[in-house]
């Protein structure tokens, strides 16, 4: 069975600051991971995803994360923050016997302060 | 990646009423998701809708509840039945963005409150 934990519900960063938000997850099989970002009042968006060979994948709007398998984690960083990086962000993973079906974070909310 | 309308994009429902959410897709796709998510909380998998046969449904979620049709392969609806404000909620259709990875691609979604 596939879980998804996401340390911190509420992130509040100062625009130019480090982005971190935190993924951790448990699989049985070697995971898909993504994350996606939810703006106001909109659908998900898919930021960046995992599924093999290198480890640290680069995504839209300057994010990456780094799979690191030993320690079950999926990080997503953003050296600086902009004020239009405030949103909920959702970490997912899926297995390839589960297609379809996305186990996602309880996701965290990023506000940007001047 | 494709383009998902969705309708109605939010609506407010008396408790005890049902409520059909169109989902179009603007490709043929085999397999069409719907998510729902409760306010301020992750998302959920309700159900897999194929076309031409019986929606899969998730733990926790029954047809009597959740019907959902797939009469072709662009198009799906989840009715929710009996509605309680329980099931004020963000529902959210998705295809395959990616078939390789796993990868969803979202609608909009559909705002649904429950007085």
């Known amino acids: 069975a596939q879980s998804v934990t996401q340390l911190g519900s509420h992130v509040s960063v100062s625009e130019g600051a480090l982005v971190l938000l935190r993924c951790n997850y448990s699989?049985?099989?070697?995971?898909?991971l993504f994350w996606y970002v939810q703006y106001p009042n909109q659908g998900l968006q898919l930021l960046l995803k995992?599924?093999?060979?290198?480890?640290l994948v680069k995504g839209i709007n300057g994010f990456e994360a780094e799979f690191k398998k030993s320690e079950t984690s999926f990080h997503l960083t953003k050296p600086s923050a902009h004020m239009s990086d405030a949103a909920e962000y959702f970490c997912?993973?899926?297995?390839?016997?589960?297609?379809?079906?996305?186990?996602f974070g309880a996701g965290t909310q990023v506000v940007v302060t001047p | 990646s494709a383009v998902i309308s969705q309708k109605p994009s939010r609506d407010i429902c008396q408790r005890g009423t049902s409520l059909t959410i169109q989902c179009q897709v603007d490709s043929q796709v085999t397999m069409m998701f719907w998510y729902r998510q409760q306010p301020g909380q992750s998302l959920t998998l309700i159900a897999t809708a194929n076309q031409g046969s019986e929606a899969t449904y998730e733990s926790g979620f029954v047809i009597d509840k959740f019907p959902i049709s797939r009469p072709n392969l662009t198009f799906s609806t989840l009715t929710v039945s009996n509605m309680s404000p329980e099931d004020s909620s963000i529902y959210l259709c998705s295809v395959f963005g990616d078939r390789a990875t796993g990868e969803l691609f979202f609608g909009e979604g559909s705002r649904l409150t429950v007085l």
């Open positions: 699989s049985s099989v070697p995971p898909y």
């Open positions: 997912a993973v899926t297995e390839s016997d589960s297609w379809g079906k996305l186990q």
């Open positions: 995992y599924t093999t060979g290198a480890t």
